[in-house]
């Protein structure tokens, strides 16, 4: 408890996965969505190469909180 009160122990990376699940959830269900609405080309793209973009974007962010822990050091 003490690492998290002296901000040594970082909270964000862990809300960072949480938020990723979610938005390949709602990439995923929108893709469903497009796809029964008759968009079947913009559906599939969507459920296939939405959750690789929302991956990249996540990573990013972590990386840049590994760049602040490993500057700390």
Do not use: D
């Not at 929108?30 to 969507?46: D, R």
Request: charged share 10%; with cysteine; net charge positive.
């Amino acid at each position: 408890m003490l690492e998290f009160l002296t901000f040594k122990k970082m909270v964000t990376p862990i809300i960072i996965q949480v938020i990723f699940w979610i938005l390949v959830a709602v990439v995923v269900i929108g893709g469903l969505i497009s796809l029964f609405s008759g968009s079947i080309i913009p559906g599939l793209v969507s459920i296939f190469v939405g959750p690789i973009i929302v991956r990249i974007y996540c990573e990013l962010m972590i990386v840049a909180f590994k760049i602040e822990a490993n500057t700390r050091k």
